[in-house]
């Protein structure tokens, strides 16, 4: 197979949910993909604040992809704080800005569907952010529990089913393939 001479011009929205594995690791191996065509991608990663591995893969390719950390530096369990909501509107705020920015041609926002759940963004924010995306852009919204008017509005959604887990065998998160 050949791979296209043009570049797209039409960018889609695409959601990876559901309570499988797998993602995050979905909307990077897309990142991956569009470094090696050429293309700048951003990556915004909510309600991760704290030191993941996939910081120190990023690092590696930091002049085609920018990696920011949208949340804090810990789990938000309850209502959010006032401080956690303003991380969160800013880090939206980020990001929209940068698809906005004419820089990247793929933009993904990392675990977005489960700021939405956990209250730190509301679902019009993020449908907002979906009818200002630029026609050249390609949008990818992971994360568990997407709600139903992100998937309506989507142009593809995928959802991870975890059918069997090495977790509920006692299994920790492992160096390089869980964290």
Not at 140 to 156: K, Q, S, W
Request: hydrophobic share 40%.
């Amino acid at each position: 197979m050949a791979l296209p001479k043009k570049v797209w011009e039409k960018g889609y929205v695409q959601v990876y949910t559901g309570n499988g594995k797998g993602k995050t690791t979905a909307g990077f191996g897309l990142a991956l993909r569009a470094v090696g065509a050429g293309f700048k991608v951003y990556i915004g990663q909510f309600v991760k604040g704290m030191d993941y591995i996939e910081l120190k893969s990023f690092e590696a390719l930091k002049e085609q992809v920018t990696l920011r950390q949208l949340g804090t530096d810990h789990w938000v369990f309850g209502n959010p704080s006032a401080d956690d909501l303003a991380n969160a509107a800013a880090g939206l705020e980020e990001a929209r800005r940068e698809m906005l920015s004419g820089k990247y041609k793929l933009v993904v926002l990392d675990e977005a569907n489960v700021a939405v759940s956990l209250g730190l963004l509301k679902v019009e924010q993020m449908l907002e952010l979906i009818d200002v995306k630029p026609e050249g852009v390609e949008l990818v919204l992971t994360g568990r529990n997407a709600p139903e008017e992100i998937i309506e509005r989507a142009d593809l959604v995928t959802e991870m089913r975890e059918i069997k887990h090495y977790y509920q065998k006692g299994v920790k998160a492992r160096l390089g393939i869980e964290c």
